[in-house]
T-cell receptor, first 115, second 113 residues
């Protein structure tokens, strides 16, 4: 069965500093990986996704993630954090089926941005 | 294009009552998903519709939960009778046929007291 672990429940970062959120997955085949963000009062917004190809994926809002098969990781990074990045971030792994895709989520990492 | 709409955004009910959550997917999206996040836990899959048919309902916790999708358009998720452990945020998502990513709604926060 697939699973996703986000080891950090909370992270506090100063505005302008870099941010890295960790994600480790367990999946028997080639994974299909996502990062979502949930800002207060909002739904889940897709930041980026990885199917195949280049292991460094660019997303929206200046985020990027790197797929490392050898480490079963898909860490999310941003070079310079803005106050609006304060939110909860979720890593997810899915199956790659045209008939529909069930996602398995990690527990989330809540990011607090200090001025 | 309108996004995925869920209502109500919040619902507070007493244990034993019935609650119905509604999801309006993006127009034309065949796939509709329900997920749930119970306090402090992961977001978990509940079920998946393709048009009006249930493709996968392996995540439905028990028979107190009933999901329907009338005419392949909007979907409802009914909890009857509600229990305290049903409290959480219920998310709906939709996608076109053959798509590998989907769009989530903003969720319904259900509190059972």
């Amino acid at each position: 069965a697939q699973s996703v672990t986000q080891p950090d429940i909370h992270i506090t970062v100063s505005e302008g500093a870099s941010l890295e959120l960790r994600c480790n997955y367990s999946y028997g085949a080639t994974p299909y990986l996502f990062w979502y963000v949930q800002s207060p009062g909002q739904g889940l917004q897709l930041l980026l996704k990885y199917f195949s190809g280049d292991t460094l994926v660019q997303g929206i809002k200046g985020f990027e993630a790197e797929f490392k098969r050898s480490q079963s990781s898909f860490n999310l990074r941003k070079p310079s954090v803005h106050w609006s990045d304060a939110a909860e971030y979720f890593c997810a792994v899915g199956t790659l089926k045209a008939a529909g895709n069930k996602l398995t989520f990690g527990g989330g990492t809540r990011v607090l941005v200090k001025p | 294009e309108a996004g995925v709409t869920q209502f109500p955004s919040h619902s507070v009910i007493e244990k034993g009552q019935t609650v119905t959550l509604r999801c309006d997917p993006i127009s034309g999206h065949d796939n509709l998903y329900w997920y749930r996040r119970v306090m402090g836990k992961e977001i978990k899959f509940l079920l998946h519709f393709v048009k009006e048919s249930k493709q996968d309902e392996s995540g439905m916790p028990n028979n107190r939960f009933l999901a329907e999708r009338t005419g392949g358009t909007y979907s409802t998720l009914k909890v009857q009778p509600a229990e305290l452990e049903d409290s959480g945020v219920y998310f709906c998502a939709s996608s076109p046929a053959g798509a590998y990513g989907y769009t989530f709604g903003s969720g319904t926060r259900l509190t059972v007291v």
